[in-house]
């Protein structure tokens, strides 16, 4: 019988965990250390190795061996001691009363007795309610390890007596060399670009990096760049590169051609946009952070190569549009009938739009170099700080980039369970996420956004949230208010 990949390269020991080195030195130190905690919480997405690292933990906790791995943990041998419960059957209401009932008898074969709790936000508010009575008071011998996608659904109560640890999403690199070792294990020949496309469309999680391997090695033998392309139905980076660069240096007739082509090819027009989205904000980054964004960018070198071209600063306000066109229409594109129509119309706005833009643009630089009289004059007025000031405006302190799109992460994601769907929109736009003081501080650049989520009802919902996540907070503008309006900025202060 053939084994998924991912079940049977599951990590079974601390060093064999991919990506979160952090965590497992922290937990290793509290046993060698004997400073281990009561009630952990293991929070982060799905396939980062949350459940594999508290199966881990556990063992490791009541390993007894004298001599290494001959102990019934290290052997993975069925032990009283070691207790499962997945919180999404049932609500857990049975397992949890069960729980309590049977967590004062001390463990059999070890030194605890270890209670992991799978999705652990998926509990009923019984089931809550009786887990926490059990955690107010643990008997010396037990451990909870809790562990949950969604972090923001547990109650206050539960998250402040635990050790919390939140898994990121693994690395692009560690993906790659992870799947390659597992390829060569299997005797899987491969192209370096179709393990990469591969371990991008995994989007940070070992799990599903392996099942979509899987599947495309079920599909053919060697694993090549074409097959994945095909099994993974995506835009293939090069005809968006392609087409990326019509919107931003051709005409819109070329542009609606070459979409028309990619629709052809079997391309939903809602995936189409994701895909552009996704590679407008790989623009950004390489924009924004140069050199050092290759790693962000998943992106093969040679294509690399190409979108930094494209990634300049005379087409920032023109990519900064394109998102902002595309993420306003993502709903529509999924809910209507005719979404082909309103990809084009998205194209078409884009360059009606950038149109503008290159005109003020034009005249811009004819004023900068003096080509009329008039405008040497105006030019000669201007203050030179014009523009540095609105640079400066107010700079985003250096963030741990995975904490700043966890705290943002969550909050989208409660925005969207809680049906927001034009304050998500407005939120999305927050650009970084920094805790200062205790106080969560939201940096954004987008004034309509800023003004969006000023309302007094939007305000309402963003307070209920960070009260239920027991933080301060408050928005902050920084930087000017678009790239687009900077350029009109500058024009109309030369005037
Ligand atoms: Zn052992």
Redesign the pocket.
């Known amino acids: 019988m053939y084994l998924a990949l991912y079940r049977k390269y599951r990590p079974k020991k601390f060093n064999e965990i991919i990506g979160q080195d952090h965590i497992v030195k922290t937990l290793q130190n509290q046993i060698a250390l004997d400073k281990v905690g009561h009630a952990y919480l293991f929070c982060g997405s799905r396939g980062t190795g949350k459940t594999s690292t508290a199966k881990i933990f556990a063992r490791e906790l009541n390993?007894?061996?004298e001599h290494k791995?001959?102990?019934k943990?290290?052997k993975e041998e069925l032990s009283l001691d070691i207790l499962e419960i997945d919180a999404a059957s049932n609500n857990g209401v049975d397992e949890i009363r069960d729980l309590r009932e049977k967590v004062k008898y001390p463990p059999v074969d070890g030194k605890y007795k270890v209670y992991i709790i799978d999705e652990v936000h998926m509990l009923s508010p019984s089931a809550f309610n009786a887990l926490l009575k059990t955690l107010e008071e643990p008997p010396k011998h037990a451990i909870f390890i809790l562990a949950t996608t969604e972090v923001h659904k547990l109650p206050q109560t539960i998250l402040s007596r635990c050790m919390r640890f939140d898994f990121k999403l693994v690395a692009i690199e560690e993906l790659i060399s992870h799947l390659k070792n597992i390829l060569k294990k299997e005797n899987i020949q491969f192209e370096e670009d179709a393990v990469e496309l591969i371990a991008r469309a995994g989007e940070g999680s070992v799990r599903d990096t392996l099942s979509i391997a899987d599947r495309c090695i079920s599909y053919a033998d060697k694993l090549t760049r074409q097959s994945v392309i095909e099994i993974l139905g995506e835009t293939e980076r090069q005809s968006l590169i392609a087409l990326s660069d019509i919107i931003l240096n051709g005409n819109v007739g070329d542009a609606l051609i070459k979409l028309d082509e990619l629709l052809k090819a079997g391309k939903s027009p809602a995936v189409l946009s994701k895909d552009l989205i996704y590679y407008y904000r790989d623009l950004l980054l390489i924009n924004v952070i140069g050199e050092k964004s290759a790693n962000m960018v998943m992106a093969s070198a040679e294509d690399f190569n190409q979108m930094q071209k494209q990634a300049t600063n005379q087409n920032y306000a023109k990519i900064v549009q394109a998102i902002e066109l595309l993420s306003s229409v993502e709903a529509e594109l999924r809910y209507s009938v005719q979404p082909r129509i309103v990809l084009e119309s998205v194209i078409i706005r884009l360059f009606s739009q950038t149109n503008l833009l290159q005109r003020i643009e034009k005249l811009e630089k004819m004023i900068a170099s003096g080509v009329t009289i008039e405008a040497q004059q105006v030019k000669q007025e201007i203050p030179v700080q014009t523009a540095q000031k609105a640079e400066s405006k107010e700079e985003i302190p250096a963030v741990k980039l995975e904490n700043s799109d966890r705290i943002i992460g969550e909050l989208l994601a409660y925005l969207r369970d809680n049906k927001q769907m034009s304050l998500l929109m407005a939120c999305r736009q927050i650009s970084k996420a920094a805790v200062e003081n205790n106080e969560i501080i939201l940096y954004i650049k987008d004034k309509s956004a800023i003004n969006m989520i000023k309302m007094q009802k939007n305000l309402d919902v963003l307070n209920e949230y960070f009260k239920s996540i027991h933080t301060a907070w408050q928005i902050k503008e920084f930087g000017d208010n678009s790239a687009a309006n900077n350029i009109a900025n500058k024009f109309k202060n030369r005037l």
């Open positions: 390993c007894t061996c791995n001959t102990c943990f290290c």
